[in-house]
């Protein structure tokens, strides 16, 4: 079973809202990402980082933002909520050396209305 | 457009039967992932291959890389209703080495 952890797993706002998707991992990965993924449909990155105080934008733009304060956590940050928003988020991570497995959170599905 | 792609999008086969899915990418690599995400859930990562490697077995399964070809192929052995799943391969690029990007996936039914 995998350390890493999502909250909430389910999530209903209101357009305009502020929310912050929280991820936790307790096995000391520097790589972490997030993933936006509709229904039965592919995984987009939208955020990775190398560490702490490391942030880069995915190949998907993305109106949120993250921070890496600590190498355990990294949140995800919506300042203005939108029907657009609607989605499962994922979040990841992988050991430093880049060549071993990524591991996954439950997700986040997110419903805006 | 994403690095790797998989085909068939859908595959439905009996239970005993063997599934093969395939996955194609574009740029060069240092290694391909095949992932399993259950309806509603989290990914679950499988086996990784590198691309210095042909081939890696673990349990029923079955990968093959063709470096030449850009592609893998994914074997379930004597397939089960609980392996009812999307697979994903997963790509790093040699110029993006931290980025793992994921193509769109096979679903895959199994009937008892």
């Known amino acids: 079973e995998a350390d890493i952890y999502q909250t909430p797993r389910y999530l209903v706002i209101g357009t305009g809202k502020k929310i912050t998707l929280e991820c936790s991992q307790t096995?000391?990965?520097?790589?972490m990402y997030w993933y936006q993924q509709d229904p039965g449909m592919e995984l987009h990155l939208i955020h990775y980082s190398y560490g702490v105080n490391s942030t880069e934008k995915g190949d998907l733009s993305s109106e949120s933002t993250v921070s890496r304060i600590r190498t355990e956590h990294f949140p995800l940050t919506l300042e203005s909520a939108r029907p657009s928003h609607t989605s499962q988020y994922l979040c990841?991570?992988?050991?430093?050396?880049?060549?071993?497995?990524?591991?996954f959170g439950q997700g986040t599905r997110l419903t805006v209305v | 457009s994403q690095q790797g792609e998989e085909d068939p999008q859908a595959l439905s086969i009996q239970e005993g039967e063997n599934a093969t899915m395939n996955c194609s990418y574009k740029t060069s690599i240092n290694n391909l992932q095949w992932y399993r995400q259950n309806s509603g859930r989290g990914l679950v990562h499988l086996i990784l291959i590198r691309s210095n490697e042909r081939e890696k077995h673990s349990g029923r399964l079955r990968v093959t890389l063709d470096t030449s070809k850009k592609s893998s192929s994914l074997l379930i052995t004597a397939s089960r209703a609980a392996d009812t799943a999307s697979y994903f391969c997963?790509?790093?690029?040699?110029?993006?080495?931290?980025?793992?990007?994921f193509g769109p996936g096979t679903s895959l039914s199994v009937i008892p």
């Open positions: 997963a790509t790093d690029s040699r110029t993006s080495y931290d980025k793992v990007i």
């Open positions: 990841a991570s992988s050991a430093y050396t880049g060549l071993t497995e990524a591991f």
């Open positions: 096995m000391g990965h520097d790589k």
